[in-house]
């Protein structure tokens, strides 16, 4: 929760009203409990942010996945969750 306090706190109202999508990541040893362990990771924090936040629920979408985190990152493995923020078009 304080890590998402602080990557969410300030960006809070200037994306408001942007969609969010949550990805939660496990390395567990096999897909359904990847799955499982992933969904709930991403559900987890999906629920934080609306209740802490206030942010509408239906701007938050959530992405199970296994082990293998967004390129960009610069790890090759991951266990956890990652907040992704969706361009809004305007």
Same mark, same amino acid.
Not at 23 to 31: C, D, F
Not at 60 to 72: F, R, V, W, Y
């Given at each position: 929760? !304080? &890590? $998402?306090? &602080?990557? $969410?706190?300030?960006?809070? #109202?200037? !994306? ?5 999508? +949550?990805?939660?990541?496990?390395? &567990?040893?096999? *897909?359904?409990? &990847?799955? +499982?362990?992933? !969904?709930? !990771?991403?559900?987890?924090?999906? /629920?934080?942010?609306?209740? /802490?936040? /206030?942010?509408?629920?239906? #701007? $938050? ?5 296994? *082990? ?6 610069? %790890? ?6 990652? +907040?992704?923020?969706?361009? *809004?078009? %305007?």
């Amino acid at each position: 929760e !304080r &890590q $998402i306090d &602080q990557d $969410i706190g300030g960006e809070k #109202d200037s !994306r408001a009203d942007e969609p969010f999508v +949550i990805e939660g990541y496990s390395s &567990q040893a096999n *897909a359904a409990t &990847q799955f +499982i362990a992933s !969904r709930s !990771r991403s559900l987890l924090v999906a /629920h934080y942010l609306e209740s /802490h936040f /206030h942010l509408v629920s239906t #701007d $938050i979408g959530t992405m199970p996945l296994n *082990a293998t985190p967004p390129s960009k990152s610069g %790890k090759t493995t991951w266990d956890g969750a990652c +907040i992704v923020f969706l361009a *809004a078009g %305007k």
